[in-house]
């Protein structure tokens, strides 16, 4: 049961893509990478949560995984919120956000890891927040900080691990009302929207396929030049404002 597969590709980038309430009753992936070059993994929204093998299905003996990559060169996997809590009945079996194929994964090439959030709930004992490897068990990772020394070079140094604040358990949209520094990511070439089509912030845009327009309300509510009316008397006076706004999907959220 996987989500998104890419098989092979050249310069493939998978954006904006959102995957919620994965479950399976044998191996479930979110996204799952099996060859390439050049590809770009960002900006994309996975939770996967539950039971894989509720009763009446066949236990679950393959570990799942939000992301999982068999095999790349020069991939780049930023600015993804991967959000991971699975049980099974197989109590030994780990289920994990994040799969890599091995420590020198990213070594002598261009891309890299960064910008992430991988959550893994802490207190479900099949959780890891990451494995290394190629095939079951892998070498697992059981929180960020030691995710973050797995690879040489080093890779996610400025990921995070906390819960996403999403608007319901299947829907991914983010529910922020503030801007928050935890979700800023990386602006990535070619990737000027979100899922909903909404402009992404060329400086600072959020992680996952959501992206929080907190930043474009001094836009909202700001008047398109300064404006200053007299009033002469204490008649009655009407006054026009004209507000700038980045797009109409953007106002309509805001007004």
Do not use: C
């Not at 003996?61 to 959000?83: D, E, H, W």
């Not at 994964?105 to 802490?122: K, Q, S």
């Not at 602006?187 to 474009?216: H, M, W």
């Amino acid at each position: 049961n996987v989500g998104i597969r890419v098989n092979s590709a050249t310069n493939l980038t998978l954006k904006n893509n959102i995957r919620s309430n994965g479950t399976s009753g044998e191996q479930g992936v979110g996204i799952g990478i099996h060859t390439g070059n050049g590809d770009k993994v960002v900006f994309n929204s996975i939770r996967m949560e539950g039971d894989i093998d509720t009763v009446g299905s066949t236990t679950g003996t393959g570990s799942n995984v939000g992301i999982r990559v068999n095999s790349a060169t020069n991939l780049t996997l930023k600015n993804n919120i991967i959000f991971v809590d699975l049980t099974s009945n197989t109590g030994t079996l780990n289920h994990y956000a994040i799969v890599a194929p091995s420590s020198f994964f990213f070594l002598g090439g261009t891309g890299g890891l960064n910008y992430n959030n991988y959550y893994v709930n802490a207190s479900n004992p099949q959780m890891r927040l990451g494995g290394i490897g190629t095939t079951i068990p892998y070498a697992t990772s059981s929180d960020l900080a030691i995710w973050q020394t797995r690879f040489t070079p080093a890779q996610d140094a400025n990921s995070k691990s906390f819960a996403p604040d999403f608007t319901s358990a299947t829907d991914l949209h983010l529910n922020l009302g503030s801007v928050n520094a935890d979700y800023i990511a990386l602006p990535i070439a070619g990737v000027t929207t979100d899922f909903d089509g909404q402009t992404r912030s060329t400086t600072a845009p959020y992680k996952g396929a959501d992206e929080n327009l907190t930043y474009l309300l001094p836009d909202l509510i700001a008047p398109a030049a300064p404006l200053t009316v007299a009033v002469a008397d204490s008649g009655n006076t009407t006054v026009t404002l004209r507000w700038r706004k980045n797009t109409e999907s953007d106002f309509l959220r805001y007004r």
